[in-house]
């Protein structure tokens, strides 16, 4: 059974930085990669950002470059982490994990939903002002 279990979040303070954390368990899925993605309220769920275990290339969502990072773990390849830097009271979220399967999912643009297989439950960050 495929398990995805997201740690890390929690309430912090503007300006913090802050580490999520994706443990996939029931597969192996860094070869097809691992994604980021974040729902607020009343809103659909957005890409943050993806990596590929295979090429360790990463891709991120225009509205997070440059204070998000996502990367792998060295030692598990079924682990991913995001790391955020200067939190804003806008990153406040429910953050989940995502992982992809399916051969055919290279194929597809890491931001569409519908090309990952197995989600995690999620994390809520809440950013204080």
């Known amino acids: 059974q495929v398990r995805l279990v997201e740690s890390g979040g929690g309430l912090v303070q503007a300006g913090d930085p802050l580490r999520l954390s994706c443990a996939a368990s029931?597969?192996?899925?860094?070869?097809?990669?691992m994604g980021w993605f974040r729902q607020t309220p009343g809103k659909e769920r957005e890409f943050v950002a993806f990596f590929s275990g295979t090429s360790g290339s990463t891709v991120y969502a225009d509205s997070v470059k440059g204070r998000f990072t996502i990367s792998g773990d060295s030692a598990s390849e079924n682990t991913v982490y995001l790391r955020i830097d200067s939190l804003k009271p806008e990153d406040t979220a429910v953050y989940y994990c995502?992982?992809?399967?399916?051969?055919?999912?290279?194929?597809?643009?890491?931001?569409?939903?519908?090309?990952?297989?197995?989600w995690g439950q999620g994390t809520q960050v809440t950013v204080s002002s």
């Open positions: 029931g597969g192996s899925f860094r070869s097809r990669g």
């Open positions: 995502a992982a992809r399967e399916s051969p055919q999912s290279v194929y597809v643009p890491p931001r569409i939903e519908a090309s990952y297989d197995y």
